[in-house]
């Protein structure tokens, strides 16, 4: 795992891309970071998960050495994931072993 995934797993999903989210030598480790990131999201439904996955997608998006197909489906689901991160800010965190639909 990335050392960024896992500064994410310790509570620092906040880091915008312009404060050193970057994969300068191995771009596929930021859509391995989203990926995990996605699965992550539904069981917490926190607005840092949420924000970090839209800076992944927004890194992913403007990395010219992914494929086309993959950044333009990442730059796509940026504005989906920032409203996201809004709307898990103002609902309640789901209580342990609730069931999300």
């Known amino acids: 795992m990335s050392t960024l995934a896992s500064r994410h797993r310790r509570g ?3 880091a915008a891309p312009d404060e050193g989210l970057a994969y300068p030598n191995q771009p596929e480790l930021a859509l391995a970071a989203v990926l995990q990131l ?3 999201f539904p069981a917490r439904q926190s607005p840092a998960v949420a924000k ?3 800076d992944h997608l927004a890194v992913i998006g403007s990395d010219a050495r992914m494929a086309g197909c993959v950044r333009e489906c990442a ?3 940026v504005d989906d994931w920032r409203a996201y991160a809004m709307l898990s800010e103002s609902s309640p ?3 342990a072993g609730s069931q999300l639909h």
Do not use: F, N, Q, W
Request: net charge positive; aromatic share 0%.
């Open 12 to 14: 620092a999903a906040s």
């Open 38 to 40: 996605l699965s992550r």
């Open 52 to 54: 970090a996955i839209a």
């Open 75 to 77: 730059s796509r689901l």
């Open 93 to 95: 965190t789901p209580e």
